[in-house]
Every structure is written in structure tokens, then in C-alpha cells.
């Protein structure tokens, strides 16, 4: 059998190797973060919030895991160029990048504000962009890496309600295949995960904000696997992406969420037919 399928499997799959997650003190973010350091994985947590980084190390860290915090605003270049240069003076390596860090907020699309727009595009698509080419200067000298991009499910088909989130994502993803191609050449792999309803508390929180708790049970009904998504479920194919199972995938983007695009998607509006009346 060939030797990345034996691996993936394997408790020490990424040991030796520095992986860098943004956006990782909570949600998806410290799933992955645990996935990998429980696999041997020295894992850099990089968020803007100190004391939910801290938190989240502390919890890693009692675990066994070899964790480093990082307060990163990922808007800033210059900060993210500094947060890269930091991690390699300490570690000499970044082996895998997620780009986890994001946000958004529900808006009808004709309602989206200058200040609402700039905020989400300059958060999901310039941040991720500042990231990957930070990062990526480095692997390439270190002979590759495999960077890792959260976006969005459903970006063929929209979600209504978060036109400037999809547009951020799917600027993401248009970003990943071109650069998929320029840094190929330097072993480097880069692919999109797109998660749909995924259970965890910031899901919850802007589904409430958005509408309220009935739109999960309507989703739910609708995914053709019958349940939401665990963070469990993103954390294992970024590991599978990321290990050397995936060495022949690059530029691919990924959706996971049970079948339910395929059902035709959500919506984080409410039904016109209940608004008005």
C-alpha cells in the first residue's frame, strides 16, 4: 500500500511538523488545532483575542500538546509578516497553514453598508491573502507546505443573506486554484474546505441573530444525511488535506456539509411570506 495511505492514519502524522491556524482559540479553529497536536503537530493558535488564545493553550497544553499563542490581527500585513517571522525564529518552520480566521454578519444584500463590505472582504479575502503569501515565502524556502483555506458551502449556488460573505469566499477560492498553479512548482499544496451547518456555538449565535433556532430544524430536514456538521468533520478532511494521503490534490475546493447544497442549499433570510405578513 502506498506509504501516505498507511500514514494518514497514524498517531504521529504530522510530528516534527509546525502548523499554523488562524482564527484557532475557538469553533473549527480549536478542533483542528487539537487534531493536530493530538497527531504530533506543533501547533501556533493564532487569533486578535489574547485571553481566548490563552485559554485555549492552556487547555492544549494540559493535553500534551506543544501550542504557541499568537495575537494576530490578520488585516494587517505588516502585523501578519512580523507573526510569521516570530514563528519561524522560534520553531524554523511552518509545515501547514489554515486559514480559519474569518467573519461575517447576516445583511439583506441591498442593505450591505460601505463599512459592512470593507469589513468582511478586507477580514475573509485580504486577510487570507496576507496570510498565504506570508507563509508561503517561507515554505518555498523550506522546499513546500500545504496551506488549507475555510470559506463557505453553497458558493455555486449563493446563500441568501450573506452576499458580501460569499463574495469574500468565493474570492478565496478564486485566489486558491490561480495560486495553486504559481506555487505548484514549489511543492506547495492549497486547497478550500467550503462547511455548511456546522454545530458550534458561533453557528448558533448568528443563526439566532439572523432569524432564530427554527432555522436549524429546518435545515436539518433538509440535509440528505439528516444531522448538522460536528467541527469533528471539518478538522478530519483539513488533516486528510494536510498529510501525505492528499500529495497529488491541489487547487480544490471542498464542500462539506452532509448533501446539503445539493438539497438546495440555506438561506439566512427570513421567508418573505412570514416577514410580511
Known sequence: MPRGVTEVFNAALFSGQVVLITGGGTGLGRTMAELFGHHGATVVIAGRR????????????????????????????EAVENAVAEVIARWGRIDVLVN????????????????GLDAVIRTNLYGTINVSQAVARTMMKAG??????????????????????????????????????????YNI????????????????????????????????????????????DIAALVAFLASPAASYITGQYITVDGGNSLAGGISVLPDPAVADS
Open 50 to 77: 489574547q485571553a481566548v488564545l490563552e485559554d485555549t493553550c492552556d487547555a492544549l497544553s494540559g493535553q500534551g500538546v506543544t501550542v504557541m499563542a499568537q495575537v494576530l490581527d490578520i488585516r494587517d500585513r
Open 100 to 115: 480559519n480566521a474569518g467573519g461575517q454578519f447576516p445583511q439583506a444584500a441591498l442593505d450591505i453598508t460601505a463599512r
Open 144 to 185: 513546500g507546505g500545504v496551506i488549507v483555506n475555510i470559506v463557505v458551502s453553497s458558493l455555486e449556488r449563493g446563500i441568501p443573506g450573506v452576499a458580501h460573505t460569499v463574495a469574500a469566499r468565493a474570492g478565496v477560492v478564486g485566489y486558491m486554484r490561480t495560486v495553486a498553479r504559481e506555487w505548484g512548482p
Open 189 to 232: 499544496r492549497i486547497n478550500a474546505v467550503g462547511p455548511g451547518m456546522i454545530d458550534t456555538p458561533g453557528f448558533r449565535q448568528e443563526i439566532v441573530q439572523a432569524r432564530n433556532d427554527s432555522l436549524i430544524e429546518e435545515t436539518r430536514k433538509q440535509i440528505p444525511l439528516g444531522r448538522l456538521g460536528t467541527p469533528d
